[in-house]
């Protein structure tokens, strides 16, 4: 006999702060502690990785992105799951919500009863296609293979009942996922999902007697730069439909808008929405409905992540949190973030800059991350360190290696340490 145990890879951020810590190091009780990055770190003097939101500048990104993009904007909740997170979104107007995993679903169910959630990924659990189609009113549900449109015929087919009773199928959306050649995001996502021409035109032909409503979706992979990448996928999208021959009502240009990071400026988000509008209008497809499905562009600004310095060798700080935690991105994949130096209490003004490298908690040699990161020369053990445009792909990437899985949250009202351009900020506290 044997038990089975589940347990997340990581929920710290669902977890109230260390009350060790706190206690420790504040003098205060937490419901009276300041709301500015700077200040909270005089008073916390962390020891651990200090997640700090900003509800306010995600609401302001939700609202750029609405108001630029000609259609309905759903969030991609992988990019970050924090509830707090997805609050302010749906405070800047959000309401429709880019799951790929039934945890997701679930999350957004439970958060906001009017949510239209669209269940995006292309390979489904068949318990979490019922799941998500009877209990939680999901209704478009993505695919790109024959065997995952049976699937979901099946799991949501005329026995299919949700809490009010039988669900008619014909409530049914399908959305198809073209496969995109190779482009020049700097996170390609081509190589695993995605119909080819032909197989995209059967699915759209086979799928078109069960669906009220039928759509076309691709990505043009992550930080995408370059706005043509999305003129061409409209065109493929375009010609697919065409083929195919049967009326689709949905056109999805899916996620991979950029933000800015030290050595990149994006195209500003402009560019990007006027070269979407003007492929649509080129190829004949402005009577369907439009879909976007930003993560990144979203929420990347809206969260920073305050390390602390444990060690200093020559040009390598060693750090609280690393590439096993929210720094992810800044390890293998190279990423540059913007950083700057907090030393409480010090009137001095600071050393003329150098690039550091960092170094992550765990004993893992590849827990490096090269930047190069430009703080003050004298930059020692026990100074902390603001690392911006950590709200996408940052906390949601965090694991238990090595025991370094605790961390604070804080909502600050700090603007951004980087603006991306297109992006409307927050009016300054
Ligand atoms: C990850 C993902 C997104 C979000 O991508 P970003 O590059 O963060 O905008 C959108 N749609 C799908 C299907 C995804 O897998």
Known sequence: MTDLRFRGAVTPLRRPADAGTLRRNAAAAPAALPSRVDALVAQLRPEQPLHCLRPATLAAAARSFRAAFPGQVLYAVKCNPEPAVLR?????????????????????????????IHYMHPVKARGAIAEAWGRHGVRDFVLDSAEELAKILAETGAGARDGLGPVAPEARGLIIRLALPKGSAVYDLSGKFGAERAEAVALLR?????????????????QCLEPAAYARAVALAASVIAEAGVAVEVLDVGGGYPVAYPDVVPPPLSAFTQAIAAAVAAHGLGHMQLWAEPGRALVAGGASVVLQVQARRGGMLFVNDGVYGALSDAGAPGFRFPVRRIRPGSAEPPAAEQPFAFFGPTCDTADHMKGPFLLPADTEE??????????????????????FDQAMIAEVEDLPLLATPGYELPVAA
Do not use: K
């Open 206 to 222: 086979a799928a078109r007697p069960h669906a009220a409503t039928l759509g076309v979706s691709f990505h043009v992979g992550s």
């Open 382 to 403: 026990g100074d902390w360190i603001e690392v911006g445009q950590l709200g996408a792909y940052g906390a949601a990437l965090r694991t238990a290696f090595n025991g």
């Open 88 to 116: 302010a979104l749906w405070a800047g107007g959000i309401r429709h919500f880019d799951c790929a995993s039934l945890a997701e679903v679930r999350l957004v169910r439970s958060m906001f009863a009017d949510a239209q």
